[in-house]
T-cell receptor, first 116, second 114 residues
Framework: SAVISQKPSRDICQRGTSLTIQCQVDSQVTMMFWYRQQPGQSLTLIATANQGSEATYESGFVIDKFPISRPNLTFSTLTVSNMSPEDSSIYLC?????????????FGPGTRLTVL | AQSVAQPEDQVNVAEGNPLTVKCTYSVSGNPYLFWYVQYPNRGLQFLLKYITGDNLVKGSYGFEAEFNKSQTSFHLKKPSALVSDSALYFCAVRVNFGNEKLTFGTGTRLTIIP
């Protein structure tokens, strides 16, 4: 399975500010995914990020609010812009499996964001 | 549209007893089904998957799941529960072609009572 790290692991931010979350993978992957897990709720896909193209956003999520970068095959960032308390969530990075595990997705440890 | 239902928010089981965590799904087409586990302050860990073949799938930590096409279910089971199995469990589904988007259920918190 892929080894995924995220930075920061947690943060407390003020309303109106922005936070950039980094996701690093130990191997090259084509597809990376960003999810949000609001308190006590399930995971919701924010967007899919492929290297060399713009991210594809799910319904209810927009690039201005959640800009994503994918500069290479092992790294991606998600920015949560102009934050409000409603953005308090765990943000998870995910990647598809390697050859032989393409059907699976593997998840990073998550970034726990609290917005005051 | 695809969806997953986990009808139980909370399941309590005595240590050593068998456990079942329920999941039903809805997709247009053949499903790929997954179970993930989330321990406190940690990301999701893959447990097992059903793609095709045998309806009974075996996974990590002694867990297994049975795919039932007629009942559109994919319940997670373990013959003898351990206290360390206490965690949040998510069922997920996607169709077997094209869109790789995973849809997750709302999660079931499993508590194993010593």
């Amino acid at each position: 399975s892929a080894v995924i790290s995220q930075k920061p692991s947690r943060d407390i931010c003020q309303r109106g500010t922005s936070l950039t979350i980094q996701c690093q993978v130990d191997s090259q992957v084509t597809m990376m995914f960003w999810y949000r897990q609001q308190p006590g709720q399930s995971l919701t896909l924010i967007a899919t990020a492929n290297q060399g193209s713009e991210a594809t956003y799910e319904s209810g999520f927009v690039i201005d609010k959640f800009p994503i970068s994918r500069p290479n095959l092992t790294f991606s960032t998600l920015t949560v812009s102009n934050m409000s308390p409603e953005d308090s969530s765990i943000y998870l990075c995910s990647v598809e499996g390697r050859a032989g595990q393409r059907d699976e997705q593997f998840f990073g440890p998550g970034t726990r964001l609290t917005v005051l | 549209a695809q969806s997953v239902a986990q009808p139980e928010d909370q399941v309590n089981v005595a240590e050593g007893n068998p456990l079942t965590v329920k999941c039903t799904y809805s997709v247009s087409g053949n499903p790929y089904l997954f179970w993930y586990v989330q321990y406190p302050n940690r990301g999701l860990q893959f447990l097992l998957k059903y793609i095709t073949g045998d309806n009974l799938v075996k996974g990590s930590y002694g867990f297994e799941a049975e795919f039932n096409k007629s009942q559109t279910s994919f319940h997670l089971k373990k013959p003898s529960a351990l206290v360390s199995d206490s965690a949040l469990y998510f069922c997920a589904v996607r169709v077997n072609f094209g869109n790789e988007k995973l849809t997750f259920g709302t999660g079931t918190r499993l508590t194993i009572i010593p």
